[in-house]
């Protein structure tokens, strides 16, 4: 009896996950986007790529492919906003990281664990994937003209991890200053060069358009492969078994879009508050793993916690979305 009242349960669960799989927007494409990571991971295993794969085509992507899709969205695309909000909408990412920030102190100091692990875990609810993961996903929800509400995250992304991030992870070691270079890479240029050209509606030329509108195209399915390919490198078993990286991982894919919601949606509604809420409920940022290395900071935990809210996202993901939108 026990066994078939467990079946039952197990049944509802996967019917309710149907029902809001069905009913989330974009849920195809999000579908199609773990179908790709799962191909980067094959391919990993099958040792189709080499060792230096991962290093080279996200240099790429980052470089190249990523900055093509933040103009892409506002090339011969009708701006979900006036000029006069914009302003707003940026005061809305630091306040989205400041909330994930808040969120990332309580959970950190709330999971016993040792003293770098828990710099480590405010580092990972503190900051998301917002370009190879929301960045996607945003695309694939609201269409490619919320891609550059999305695009703003960058701001407040990068100056606050190369700033507070990055002092922390040095802990006083006196590894290395951060340059402005550092700060400025070309996902936040591209923005930034974004802005200006929605602000002054600048005219952009056709063949110089469709140039940069075939590069972005590549940005979804080499991004995800990406993702695939590094999550080929993490000891499963050991990330499976780390409870603390899941309460971590929740704080990052559910506690943030939660805060998300409610906070902003004081100020901002419709798609740009979507936009907000979605990159909120990405997961952690795989930055803080290298940057840990870099520190001499352990990375086992920031890995774990990167595998597990990835993992986690195609499930969390539909249901914040389907309640909160």
Request: with cysteine.
């Amino acid at each position: 009896m026990t066994g078939l009242v467990v079946l039952e349960k197990m049944g509802m669960f996967v019917l309710l996950m149907a029902m809001i799989v069905a009913a989330t927007p974009g849920v195809a494409m999000l579908m199609v986007m773990m179908l790709l990571m799962a191909v980067g991971f094959a391919a990993a295993k099958a040792n189709w790529v080499g060792d230096g794969f991962n290093q080279a085509t996200s240099r790429l992507v980052a470089n190249v492919f990523l900055p093509a899709s933040i103009l892409s969205s506002v090339i011969g695309v009708a701006p979900l906003f006036s000029g006069k909000e914009l302003a707003v909408v940026i005061a809305g990412t630091f306040v989205l990281f400041g909330l994930c920030a808040a969120g990332g102190l309580v959970v950190s100091k709330l999971v016993p664990m040792p003293k770098q692990d828990q710099l480590v875990a405010w580092l990972s609810i503190f900051f998301m994937n917002n370009v190879f993961v929301g960045f996607p996903v945003v695309q694939a929800i609201f269409g490619e003209e919320a891609l550059f509400c999305a695009s703003l995250t960058n701001i407040p992304f990068n100056i606050l991890l190369f700033s507070i991030g990055v002092s922390r992870l040095r802990a006083g070691q006196g590894q290395g200053r951060v340059t402005i270079r550092e700060v400025f890479y070309p996902g936040l240029i591209a923005t930034l060069v974004a802005v200006v050209v929605f602000l002054f509606q600048i005219p952009v030329p056709s063949l110089l358009g469709d140039t940069i509108k075939s590069l972005a195209n590549g940005t979804v399915p080499l991004s995800m492969i990406i993702i695939g390919v590094s999550l080929s490198h993490v000891p499963i078993l050991d990330a499976f078994k780390d409870w603390k990286a899941y309460l971590v991982s929740l704080g990052r894919l559910v506690l943030c879009p939660i805060l998300t919601y409610f906070v902003l949606g004081l100020f901002l509604e419709g798609t740009t508050l979507g936009v907000m809420v979605a990159i909120a409920a990405c997961p952690s940022a795989a930055m803080i793993t290298i940057l840990s290395l870099r520190y001499g900071i352990d990375d086992t935990f920031a890995s774990r916690v990167n595998f597990l809210s990835t993992i986690l996202c195609a499930v969390t993901l539909p249901i914040m979305t389907y309640f909160l939108l």
